[in-house]
C-alpha cells in the first residue's frame, strides 16, 4: 500500500511540475494561433531567449533566481514586441506556409545566434538555498524545485485567468480571439492588443525557459526544436486560443508522459503521441476548441 | 571548345610536371564529426583534440602535408554521416577517413568504406563490434566493454552492492555497455534487477522517470550510461535533485557520465560518483600534464580536454604513422592496416596500442571517485588495470564474435 502510494504521489508530483512548465510555455503559443491565426514556430526560440538571459544574469552577474526570471520575463517580452511589428504583422493574411518558413528561419537564426555567443555546451546554474534539497513529506520526498514549480505554476496559473476573466483586457483579448471582426466593429483596437498579448505570451516563454533550465537539464541553442513538437502538441490538443484547454492538456500530457516513461520506459515516450491521435481523432479541434 | 583546349591543356601538363618536380605530398583526409547540433561540443572537443596533434608534429612527416576536409554528421543517426563519407570518398578524393563521435556514424559507413577501400580511424565510437564490420577499420578511443566489465566487477567487488539498476539510451553503445556491465557483476556475484531504456541519443530527456523508477527498486548501485555532452550534463543534477545518494543508491558508470569538460558545470552533484574510464585529465602522467597545458595554452584556460579530446589527438597520431609509413606513396587501406595493426603510443592517458587481431584498442583502464578540492572538482584515481583488451571480443558474445563484412 505504501509502495503504492509511493509511486502514485511521484507521478502526480512531477507529473505535475512538468505539466505545469508545459503550460507556461505553450500559452503564448496557443494564444498567437488563437488570435490571429499565426503560426509562430519560433515561438521556442523566445523560451530559450528567456533560459539564457535567466542564466547569464545568475551565472555572471549573481543576480538572485527569482529576479533573473523576472527580468527575462520583462527583456523578452519588450524584445519580441519589434518582431511582431516589422516581421509577423506583414504575415497575418498570408498562406501559413509563408508564416512557417519565417518562423523556422527565425528559429535557425536564433540557434545559430546563441551557438556564437553562449557555445554549444548546455549552461546550467546554481540554485539558490531555498530551492535545492527535498522536502520529505512523509509518505514520499520530493526535490523542492518541483514543488516550488507547482506553485509557481498554480500563481500564474490563477494570474492569467483572473487577469482573462475578471478585466477589461481581458475581455477585449477574448473578445477579439472569438470574433476579431465584430470585436474591431466595437471600437477594440486589435492590432495594439495584439502586440501587447504577444509580447506577454513572449515573456511567459522566456518565464518558462528561465525555470525550465533545472528540469530540462540546462539551457542550450536546441533547445528552440527540441520541445518545439511538445508545445504544439499541447496547443493542438488543448484547442487553439482557448487557456483553459491549454491548462487541461499540458496537465493531461505532462501527467501520462512522466506515467509512460516511469512504467514502461521502453515506449513510454511514444504514449505521450498515441493520447495525442487519439484526442484529435475524437475532438479535431483539440479539447476545449471550438468547432 | 577548341579555343581553351590548348591552353587547358598546357595548364595541366605543367601542373603535373610541377607534381612530379616536388616529392611533397598533400595527403587529403576526412574528418565527421557532429559540427552543429545538441552535440556539437563533441565534435569540438574531437577537431580540436585532432588539431592540436597536426600542429605539434607538422614538421614529422618529411615535407608531406596534411589536408583534414571537415564534414558535420549532425546527428547520432547514420544517413548524415554515411552521405559525408560518401561525398568526402568519390568528390573529394580523400584517402582516409576518421572522427566518427557516435556510434551509429560508424556503422554506417563501413559498407562504404569496403566497397572503396579507404582506411578509417576511429576517433570515438565505442560499440564493441564496429571493428568487426570493416577490415578498414582501427579504433584508436574505447569500447564500451573495457569500462562496463570493469565497473561491474568493481560494484560487486569493492564497492559492495549486492543488487543493482541500470539505466541506458536505448542505442548500440548503450545495450552494449549496460550488457557488459551485467556480464562483470553478476560474474562478480551481483543481481541485476532492472535495465531502464531512457529515450534515444538524439534528444536529452528529463531523466526523472526514469531516475524515480530506478529509486523506487532500492538497489545499492545504480549503473547509467548516456552519450558523452548534454545527456551527460543532466545525469548528475537529476540523481542529485531526486537525493538518491540519501537513500542508498550508488551512481557509477563509464567515464561518459563525468566527462571532464562538463564537470565542474555538474557541480557538487558529482561528489562520489565512480566511473571506469581511460581517461580522465587529472592522470597524473607527465604526457597528460605537458597534453592539458598545450591544449590549454592553444584553446584558453576555459577549455580543459577530455576522453573526446584525447580520442581525437590519439587518432591523428594513427593518422600520422599511416600517412609516414606510407612515405609520398597513396595511402592505401592495407598499407595503413599493416602499420596500424600493434601500432604503439604513448598517449596521455598511458601507452595504448592497437590489438593486431582485433584492430582494437588495447588501454590502461581507471577507477576514480569524484571529489572535491577546494572550489574544484578533481577525479581521484583508486585503480588502474593495465592493457586491457575488449572484453566482448575476447568471449566472442554475438557480434563481437563475428566477421560481419
Known amino acids: ?291 | 571548345m577548341k579555343k581553351y583546349l590548348i591552353p587547358a591543356l598546357s595548364a595541366a601538363g605543367i601542373l603535373a610536371l610541377s607534381a612530379v618536380q616536388s616529392d611533397a605530398r598533400e595527403y587529403k583526409i576526412g574528418f565527421i564529426g557532429p559540427m552543429s547540433g545538441g552535440a556539437a561540443q563533441l565534435g569540438q572537443q574531437m577537431e580540436r583534440g585532432a588539431k592540436l596533434y597536426m600542429k605539434l608534429h607538422k614538421s614529422q612527416l618529411g615535407g608531406h602535408t596534411v589536408k583534414m576536409i571537415v564534414r558535420d554528421s549532425k546527428r547520432p543517426g547514420g544517413p548524415i554521416a554515411k552521405a559525408a563519407a560518401q561525398e568526402l570518398i568519390t568528390r573529394e578524393k580523400v584517402e582516409l577517413i576518421t572522427g566518427l563521435i557516435f556510434s551509429p556514424n560508424a556503422m554506417s559507413i563501413a559498407p562504404l568504406v569496403n566497397k572503396s577501400k579507404t582506411p578509417v580511424v576511429i576517433m570515438n565510437a565505442g560499440t564493441a563490434f564496429i571493428p568487426n564490420m570493416s577490415p578498414y577499420m582501427v579504433r584508436v578511443s574505447f569500447t564500451m566493454w573495457q569500462s562496463g566489465y570493469i565497473m561491474g566487477q568493481h560494484a560487486a567487488g569493492k564497492l559492495g552492492c549486492k543488487t543493482a539498476v541500470s539505466g541506458y539510451t536505448n542505442y548500440p553503445p548503450g545495450k552494449d555497455s549496460v550488457a557488459a556491465f551485467k556480464k562483470g557483476f553478476e560474474s562478480s556475484g551481483g543481481k541485476v534487477i532492472d535495465a531502464i531504456p531512457m529515450g534515444g541519443p538524439a534528444k536529452v530527456p528529463d531523466f526523472t522517470p526514469f531516475f524515480q523508477r530506478a529509486k523506487s527498486k532500492n538497489p545499492n548501485c545504480m549503473y547509467v550510461f548516456v552519450p558523452g555532452g548534454n545527456h551527460a550534463a543532466a545525469v548528475a543534477k537529476t540523481y542529485q535533485a531526486l537525493a538518491m545518494r540519501k537513500a542508498g543508491v550508488q551512481l557509477i558508470g563509464p567515464g561518459d557520465i563525468t566527462q571532464s569538460s562538463l564537470l565542474q558545470a555538474m557541480g557538487p552533484a558529482a561528489v562520489g560518483v565512480v566511473t571506469a574510464s581511460h581517461y580522465n585529465m587529472f592522470l597524473k602522467s607527465a604526457e597528460n600534464q605537458a597534453f592539458v597545458k598545450t591544449w590549454q595554452a592553444e584553446y584558453g584556460a576555459k577549455s580543459v580536454p577530455d576522453f573526446v579530446g584525447v580520442g581525437g589527438y590519439d587518432g591523428m597520431a594513427a593518422v600520422y604513422a599511416a600517412i609516414k609509413a606510407a612515405n609520398g606513396s597513396k595511402l592505401t587501406a592495407d598499407g595503413a592496416m599493416k602499420r596500424l595493426k600493434g601500432w604503439k603510443f604513448n598517449s596521455p592517458r598511458g601507452p595504448i596500442s592497437i590489438d593486431p587481431e582485433t584492430r582494437d584498442i588495447v588501454q590502461n583502464v581507471y577507477i576514480s571517485t569524484v571529489r572535491q578540492k577546494g572550489g574544484l572538482l578533481v577525479q581521484e584515481i583508486q585503480q588502474k588495470f593495465e592493457a586491457v583488451k575488449d572484453k566482448c571480443k575476447e568471449l566472442k558474445l554475438g557480434k563481437c564474435g563475428k566477421k560481419l563484412y
Open chain 1, 1 to 291: 500500500m505504501s509502495s503504492f502510494l509511493n509511486e502514485i504521489s511521484t507521478v502526480l508530483v512531477f507529473g505535475l511540475a512538468y505539466a505545469m512548465l508545459l503550460f507556461i510555455i505553450s500559452v503564448g503559443l496557443s494564444i498567437t494561433m488563437g488570435l490571429m491565426g499565426f503560426a509562430n514556430l519560433a515561438h521556442g526560440s523566445f523560451a530559450m531567449a528567456g533560459g539564457y538571459v535567466t542564466v547569464t544574469l545568475v551565472s555572471q552577474m549573481n543576480v538572485p533566481f527569482a529576479v533573473a526570471l523576472l527580468i527575462a520575463f520583462i527583456v523578452v517580452a519588450f524584445l519580441s514586441i519589434p518582431f511582431e511589428r516589422f516581421l509577423y504583422r506583414h504575415l497575418y493574411r498570408r498562406p501559413e506556409l509563408d508564416q512557417v518558413l519565417l518562423t523556422i528561419g527565425l528559429v535557425f537564426v536564433s540557434i545559430a545566434g546563441v551557438t556564437f555567443i553562449w557555445g554549444p555546451d548546455p549552461h546550467l546554474i546554481l540554485m539558490p538555498e531555498y530551492l535545492q534539497g527535498s522536502i520529505n513529506l512523509g509518505f514520499n520526498i520530493f526535490p523542492k524545485y518541483r514543488i516550488f514549480m507547482i506553485v509557481a505554476g498554480a500563481v500564474i496559473v490563477a494570474g492569467l485567468f483572473y487577469g482573462l476573466e475578471r478585466t477589461s483586457i481581458g475581455a477585449k483579448i477574448r473578445a477579439a480571439v472569438d470574433n476579431r471582426r465584430m470585436a474591431e466593429s466595437c471600437g477594440i483596437n486589435t492590432g495594439r492588443i495584439f502586440t501587447w498579448t504577444f509580447a506577454l505570451g513572449s515573456g511567459m516563454a522566456a518565464l518558462g525557459g528561465g525555470l525550465g533550465i533545472q528540469i530540462l537539464g540546462g539551457i542550450k541553442p536546441v533547445f528552440a526544436f527540441e520541445y518545439l513538437v511538445i508545445f504544439l502538441i499541447v496547443v493542438a490538443v488543448g484547442g487553439l486560443g482557448n487557456i483553459r484547454g491549454t491548462f487541461f492538456a499540458a496537465l493531461i500530457l505532462g501527467i501520462i508522459d512522466f506515467a509512460g516513461k516511469f512504467y514502461f520506459p521502453e515506449g513510454g515516450a511514444f504514449v505521450i503521441f498515441a493520447v495525442t491521435i487519439l484526442v484529435l481523432l475524437i475532438r479535431p479541434q483539440g479539447l476545449f476548441g471550438k468547432a
